[in-house]
């Protein structure tokens, strides 16, 4: 038990001490979570959008493959990439194994179905009669399209938030894609990993902490998008 | 209000981009070399401590991967590191032997130890290798092993087999962990059991604990229980790119006398982790 208060005093000492190893690893998770959300945001909201929007043969059963693919594993998603960017894979000349890019791909695949998904079901409980409004106002495909985004914005907030804490948290592709190398590919959670197996509790505690510090200030930005916009 | 929610959207969406492209990889030279290694080398700070000093004296920056002696042939087999280092004398030789490797040379040692609580439940304490894992099996006594194809984890299997004809695999005491050397031994200590461990990382666990940890040394010096380490190449024929010369300096440099009396001189606790023993 003592490693848990243990570990509150080591993270103040780690952030305000400019620990050089703690600020690596933030470094490392920030730039490929703004990666891997910016990439998955771009493709997943209009993906999204389609697939709560119109209706088409086989909804359904995209609808499901999509939910399914919710459950993927990290370490699964870690060995999928790994098989491709190995340098015996297909694309082993791009050079992407135990680098921060692999990883942001690998988290892309995460956070993918999250945000399609989340966005499907905001656009789908939007009201029926929109489109027709819409269209009696004689608005364009592009502009019922941005509209129809505007008017689901909350739960498309809820889904990036929700993804972006799937993509914050995941080890199992960090590890298998980058290698857990210091002050390369180390992210705070692979280094969480690294001490708790090593007996290193406090100290895995106090780099849990500095996420939930960082979780907790991208989630503090985003509520100023939520508030009565 | 949609003015104010595009511009803090504005804000949010630079700051990821930013972000993205921050990460994009800055070629200020060319690529480190990569070495594959197991937790061993990297738990006990050795590499931490040598290679700065292989880079100071040679001028190449290296990065290593620290997972299991297997993983780090395999990770050799893809083509996927330039240069390895492990222990696992049996399986090196095959892996030269199927071309997968180069120029594998001998680079240090230590020994393996047996480890168990104070308490000693089997009573084990200055017996052989052989004897103490009879009553280990015999008095069901909590082991855990390493369980991944590591070093620590062949070697102990071999001294199953030829100690008692076979692994006690899915026996209830037998605790195939499948992790780390310091994460197999915090799993001993927490159920008073064995392990076998390089004393290397042993060391290192004393370290932890200031010199008082909960599992001591039972067995050691058994001649069954030398822990050889040796770097080879990963094979440019096979792999063309590989960064052989580099890899090739780097081995160079650790059989050196630089490089051995620099192993030879690392210490935790005052005491040595790895003697060097290139060349013999």
Known sequence: MDFIVAGIAKAFQLLFQGDRETY????????????????????????????????FPGKKGVRT??????????????LLVYAFISSRGPLGELGLLFTLSGIAIGQTILAL?????????????????????LLSLGASGRQIFLTGIWEARLGILV?????????????????????????????????????????????????????????????LSLSFLRRRA | MLH????????????????????????????????????????????????????EAIGITVKWVATGTGKALKLGENCDADVLMVHAPAAEKDYVGAG??????????????????????????????????????????VFASRGDNSGTHKMEISLW??????????????????????????????????????????????????????????????????????????????CPQAKNERARKFGDWLVSKEGQDAIGNFRLLDKQLFTPNAGE
């Not at chain 1, 999509?66 to 870690?78: E, N, Q, R, S, Y």
């Not at chain 1, 179905?113 to 009201?127: N, Q, R």
């Not at chain 2, 070399?33 to 700065?52: E, F, H, N, Q, W």
């Not at chain 2, 439940?121 to 099996?137: D, E, F, H, N, T």
């Open chain 1, 24 to 55: 690596s690893a933030v470094l490392a998770t920030v730039q490929i979570s703004s990666l891997s959300m910016t990439v998955s945001l771009l493709i997943g909201i209009p993906l999204g959008y389609c697939l709560g929007y119109f209706d």
């Open chain 1, 65 to 78: 493959v999509v939910d399914t693919m919710l459950a993927l594993p990290t370490v699964f998603i870690g």
């Open chain 1, 113 to 133: 179905p999250v945000v399609i998904s989340l966005t499907a079901t905001a656009v789908e409980s939007l009201d029926r009669s929109l489109r027709l409004t």
């Open chain 1, 159 to 219: 889904a990036a938030v929700t993804a972006t804490g799937r993509v914050l948290t995941e080890v199992g592709i960090s590890m298998m894609v980058g290698g857990n190398i210091k002050w390369h590919t180390r992210t705070i959670t692979t280094a969480i990993a690294l001490e708790t197996n090593k007996g290193q509790f406090a100290t895995g505690i106090a780099l849990g902490l500095v996420l939930l510090a960082m979780a907790f200030a991208v989630n």
């Open chain 2, 4 to 55: 104010l929610f595009r511009k803090r959207l504005g804000w949010i969406a630079g700051v990821l981009l930013l972000g993205g492209v921050i990460s994009q990889p800055v070629h200020a030279g060319e690529e480190p070399l990569l070495l594959a290694t197991t937790t061993s080398t990297d738990d006990t700070g050795l590499l931490d401590y040598l290679i700065p000093q292989f880079t």
């Open chain 2, 100 to 141: 997968f490797g180069v120029n594998r040379r001998q680079l240090m040692y230590n020994d393996f130890v047996f480890i168990g609580a104070e308490s000693d439940p089997a009573g084990v304490k200055g017996q052989g290798a052989c004897a103490s894992l009879k009553r280990i099996m015999e008095k069901k006594a």
């Open chain 2, 161 to 238: 087999k030829t100690c008692t004809g076979g692994i006690p695999e899915k026996q209830p005491w037998y605790l195939e962990v499948g992790q780390g050397m310091l994460a197999t031994i915090n799993m001993a200590a927490e159920r008073s059991g064995y392990t076998l461990t390089d004393r290397g990382t042993f060391i290192k666990y004393e370290a932890n604990y200031d010199g008082n940890p909960p599992l001591r040394i039972v067995i050691e010096g058994d001649a069954n229980l030398i822990n050889q380490y040796s770097v080879i190449e990963v094979n440019p024929a096979r």
